[in-house]
């Protein structure tokens, strides 16, 4: 059914990542617009199930565009899971008379969109959000440069101590279930060997590598790991494999652990936030629902939550060799 949309909603929803303001800032100031209303919900989706809107202008959303975090919240809502809690969200929509909404999440926030939509056929547009960058039907989600630039520049910083003292560092960055973050850092920071989900290195091959750029005339090494590796249980058991076979080195561990969220977004993620957040609401404008918008190749383009929500996000195989390259 065609809906005439004259009050859009957005909230962020999932875990934050830098950018979410500026898109949040974005689908507001397209709402201004076009002379549409626009409703900020606080919280996530616990925040569309207890009413907790607010009314915003294109000067509600000013001095925002450099701030990290998101000014609406974040929130993961089990009561948003039920049916009876969808029902509440849904009323208290319709109450406020608002026709659709923008979530800006991860493949979580992609889902509980879908779903709502299809129980109420209600318009929903979803925005990539999170710094792990594992979405498909976008090369890059908002947060992401960011969290690649935050963690370069925290492993510059070890890396002066690491040579300092003839240590070798494993470095933990974040990554559940990709390694696009530990693969590009990696290869930014131009670490020795890079730990991903997505390749089962091993453990004997790692010694070898790094017995090898040791035996190479390195006196320090950076290991760059994905928190979702697979090779050791975890970081710190890693490198206390590697110590015992490896006396040679002092090794050390470091977590960077949930400041790659914060921080202000660079100028990637505010461009991309701010080309997303027009596409959403134009998108909802034309009729269009239930679907991410994305980047890919340079456009902003929308792909239906369900391929975005199913398909896998691909880490980029040339950076593996490049990286192999250059630790010759
Ligand atoms: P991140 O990538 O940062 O984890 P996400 O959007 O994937 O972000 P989730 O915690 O998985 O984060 O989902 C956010 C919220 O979306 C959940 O708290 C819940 O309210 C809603 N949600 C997720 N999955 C479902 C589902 N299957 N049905 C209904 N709602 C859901």
Partial sequence: MLHKINKIAVFTSGGDAPGMNAGIRS?????????????????????????????????????????????????????????????????????????????????????????????????????????????????????????????????DKIRDTASSHNRLFFIEVMGRDVGHIALNVGVGA??????????????????????????????????????GDKIGKNVFELADYVEENMTEYEVRVSVLGHMQRGGSPSCFDRVLASRMGVKAVESLLTGKSNYMVGLKNDVIDLTPFDQAVKGKSKINMELIRVSDIMTV
Avoid: W
């Fill in 27 to 155: 689908v507001v100031r397209t709402c201004a617009f076009h002379n549409i209303e626009c409703y900020g919900v606080y919280r996530g989706y616990q925040g569309l199930i207890e009413g907790d809107f607010e009314q915003m202008d294109a000067r509600s959303v000013k001095g925002i565009i450099n701030k990290g975090g998101t000014i609406l919240k974040s929130a993961r809502s089990q009561e948003f899971r039920t049916k009876e809690g969808r029902k509440k969200a849904y009323e208290a929509l319709t109450k406020a008379g608002i026709d659709a909404f923008v979530v800006i999440g991860g493949d979580g926030s992609f889902t509980g969109a879908m779903i709502f939509n299809q129980e109420f056929d209600f318009p929903v547009m979803g925005i990539p959000g999170t710094i792990d960058n594992d979405i498909f039907g976008t090369t890059h989600t908002l947060g992401y440069d960011t969290a690649l630039n935050t963690a370069v520049e925290a492993i």
């Fill in 190 to 227: 131009g670490a020795e060997e890079i730990l991903i989900p997505e390749e089962d290195l091993g453990l004997e091959r790692l010694l070898d590598s790094l017995r090898r750029s040791k035996a190479s005339g390195k006196s320090s090494s950076v290991v760059v790991v994905a928190e």
